[in-house]
């Protein structure tokens, strides 16, 4: 899990990390995560060590502990200030000293130090964190050990920020990694972007299985896993009981439930999807977007995937709408001056600047490009969607969070996470507040699926009035623990929180009642729960609870809407009685039964943590100075671009000939796509229809013939197709499908086309 290479000696030799060992127990849709780390100090002298690394931005810290030769040392949580007071003293004194504590300003990066390690001497640190499982467009639930923490840009200006981590080159150490899967719902495949041993099912029903990673894994890359239940959209509802030793009426003392609910829209809802809306494109421009999508063969660079997924999202828009695209660094400039209404002129305007992106403005500032889309007035009865591309390196997570929050209002956010580093607490928050989806691109994994899949959210009709109504027996009330839901997706899981107070001596079972419109349209969906727990099993669930709890007061901490001290020491009672790690507490154990006292000059060892790998010299440099701040307004002068490289996936190529309305015109370029020439193409037209609608047709066949397999990358260039060819009202349409099939060697009907 962490992603750093140890300590350096004095020759600058990293060398003592000697093995990481990862055990993940997942229940439906939430995972337990243990990872145990053994350092050595091979110095001569007495070392500190300070490691920085990475961690999912959701994932609550439950557990820190060191084991020294037999000596275990459990650390607790502490209020942040004096626990690093208590560190400070116990290292100086000469202890053994460890503490864990979560950057101030992202959530998803964590520093441990540790204190006094004996030269010669052994340390095995164990972290332990829970999380839920991030639900992905194929239905599979996702979860990803982080081996890359990109280091984040601060602007020159700005002095504070993520601790600065350098870059290290060879992994000296090699991961285990052990799976343990119970399930509710069948269990169907398990899946990942490293090599995995057989998955073995320990029950008849299969819903009970272990897999380990195969052996001898160099942790050079982030390790995905992909876990398919036959049922992922049934909703569930899991009940876990209180602990015995805890107050009652206290959030760890009372059962907490947890409910997923999947809101299935009505099909006639579906099929219209909007055809207005402002679409504002924002594309991470900076040095680190020239770097390779992964280390295999064949691989794009990230702002050539940028610019093919830019390619078929303006292809995919519908006429009438409005949008416009940013391309930013450590300074920004957009297309427009502001967003521009789609069509046949602004799009080829537009796709002339994408094809001449390239990735030269420096640093990643993301912040004054989104204060100046959001001091944009917003079109009427045009809802804002905004789509944001980056490798997500940046120092003021929190401050772009806040600033995503504020305008929740008056837009939906879609983000896109691209490559391994990209910060999870930068892409996931940025749609948690902007009430939209986030997705992440790593390994082979292409870009444009992913991006149709959202850009197919954002076409859906806003639901609003959302409501959840509890019927529970006399006796018991329902406290939400989570924030409530803002907005909601066909298919996508919306997770509720919630503790149950009081007894009940009657009823056992519970209701929850899901409400909202759909196109002023009233839906509810509704799910029986039971309110006793069916066994003991542990506290998860009520330490993902309590990780909500804290995140909501560290934002309303952050927005200044209250006394902010009382919030602080609300945030520490129950980081502290809850055992989960938050923004201004800190894991900390000092060894007091030390038999020794250390002594002698301490070394301070500062923890180079892997960036990408060692081809990353593909991407330029290693490490980027900061540039100069541009105070340019966020518009600069646009030079006249080079001649791009020609498309050479055929998909994209016939994309790219789409007009804005929806048709193709019959000439050469388009035959080189079906494999003919243009004569081929044009003798075969039936007499009686115009040779756009022939070469719509047969776009339409193609794609359907060759590319099913890429349908959700080009499914709203083909709507739009159809929609043109229905307005055109042809005659003769039923024998120019069979003839379109005769000359490409398709078998495709009238009806499949939507025609």
């Not at 995995?196 to 894994?217: C, E, I, M, Y």
């Not at 799910?527 to 330490?543: N, S, V």
Request: proline share 5%.
């Amino acid at each position: 899990m962490v992603n750093c290479c140890g300590l350096v000696s004095e020759k600058n030799q990293p060398v003592p990390l000697k093995s990481i060992s990862v055990e993940l127990q997942v229940k439906d849709h939430v995972v337990s995560v243990s990872s145990s780390l053994q350092y050595v100090n091979e110095e001569e002298r007495p070392l500190e060590a300070v490691f920085v690394f990475p961690l999912p931005a959701d994932a609550a810290v439950c557990h820190f502990s060191a084991k020294i030769g037999e000596q275990e040392i459990v650390a607790e949580l502490q209020d942040k200030q004096s626990a690093r007071d208590q560190y400070d003293d116990a290292v100086s004194s000469g202890q053994q000293a460890f503490l864990l504590e979560e950057s101030d300003e992202s959530s998803d990066v964590f520093k441990l130090s540790v204190g006094c390690l004996s030269p010669g001497q052994n340390a095995v640190i164990t972290i332990v964190y829970v999380m839920e499982l991030s639900v992905q467009a194929d239905h599979a639930l996702r979860f990803c050990l982080p081996a890359v923490l990109n280091p984040r840009y601060t602007p020159a200006a700005s002095a504070a920020g993520v601790p600065e981590v350098s870059s290290a080159c060879v992994i000296p150490y090699t991961l285990s990694l052990s799976v343990e899967v119970r399930s509710s719902d069948r269990i169907s495949r398990l899946e990942s972007s490293c090599p995995l041993d057989p998955l073995v099912f320990l029950d008849a029903q299969h819903t009970h299985a272990t897999v380990n990673l195969s052996a001898g894994h160099r942790f050079d890359k982030d390790v995905e896993l992909l876990l398919y239940y036959e049922n992922t959209h049934q909703p569930t509802a899991v009940v876990e009981a209180g602990a015995a030793a805890a107050q009652p009426g206290s959030l760890m003392g009372d059962p907490v439930l947890m409910i997923s609910l999947y809101p299935e829209f009505p099909a006639d809802v579906m099929s219209s999807l909007a055809s207005r809306g402002e679409f504002v494109f924002v594309v991470d421009r900076s040095g680190s977007m020239d770097c390779v999508m992964h280390h295999g063969k064949d691989a794009q660079m990230r702002i050539q995937s940028a610019r093919d997924t830019l390619l078929l999202l303006l292809k995919s828009l519908p006429m009438g709408c409005y949008f416009n695209i940013y391309g930013f660094g450590s300074h920004f400039e957009s297309f427009f001056p502001q967003s521009v209404v789609y069509s046949e002129d602004t799009m080829g305007e537009a796709l002339n600047r994408v094809k001449n992106m390239k990735a030269d403005m420096g640093g990643t500032e993301i912040l004054q490009p989104l204060k100046h889309i959001y001091s944009q007035p917003c079109y009427p009865d045009h809802p804002r969607q905004l789509f944001i591309f980056t490798d997500g390196e940046v120092w003021n997570t929190k401050e772009v969070l806040d600033l995503v929050k504020s305008h929740v209002n008056s837009h939906r956010c879609f983000s896109f996470g691209i490559g391994e580093g990209a910060s999870t607490a930068l892409i996931t928050g940025m749609a948690r507040e902007g009430s939209g989806h986030a997705q992440f691109i790593t390994g082979t994994d292409r870009m444009q699926p992913k991006v149709m899949q959202s850009l197919r959210f954002a076409l859906q009709p806003v639901v609003d009035s959302i409501s959840v109504d509890w019927s529970v027996p006399e006796g018991v009330t329902v406290e939400m623990l989570s924030p409530p839901i803002n907005t909601l997706f066909q298919g996508q899981r919306a997770l509720i929180y919630a503790q149950l107070k009081g007894q009940s001596s009657g009823t056992a079972e519970g209701a929850v009642t899901l409400k909202y419109k759909l196109k002023d349209k009233p839906v509810t969906n509704q799910l029986q729960f039971a309110l006793k727990p069916t066994e003991d099993t542990g506290r998860t669930i009520h330490r993902l609870a309590a990780r909500s709890v804290i995140r909501s007061l560290e934002l309303e901490m952050r927005a200044g809407r209250a006394e902010a001290e009382a919030i602080r020491s609300r945030i520490v009672e129950l980081s502290v009685q809850a055992g989960v790690s938050s923004v201004h507490t800190a894991f900390i154990g000092v060894n007091k039964d030390g038999k020794q006292t250390i002594t002698g000059p301490l070394l301070q060892r500062r923890v180079p943590v892997r960036t990408v790998a060692a081809p990353m010299a593909k991407c330029g440099m290693l490490k980027r100075a900061a540039p100069k701040m541009s105070h340019s307004g966020g518009r600069s002068i646009w030079t006249e671009p080079t001649e791009p490289e020609p498309q050479t996936d055929p998909l994209l190529q016939l994309v790219s000939l789409q007009k804005a309305s929806g048709c193709w015109e019959l000439n050469a370029s388009l035959a080189t796509v079906f494999g003919k020439t243009e004569s081929e193409v044009t003798n075969h037209r039936p007499a009686q229809v115009d040779g756009s609608v022939w070469a719509t047709v047969l776009a339409l066949i193609w794609l359907y013939s060759c590319r099913s397999e890429d349908q959700v990358e080009w499914q709203f260039v083909a709507m739009k197709a159809a929609s043109w060819i229905r307005s055109q009202k042809p005659e003769g349409l039923s024998q120019c499908v069979r003839d379109g099939n005769v000359l490409l060697g398709g078998h495709v009907t009238e009806n499949t086309l939507g025609i």
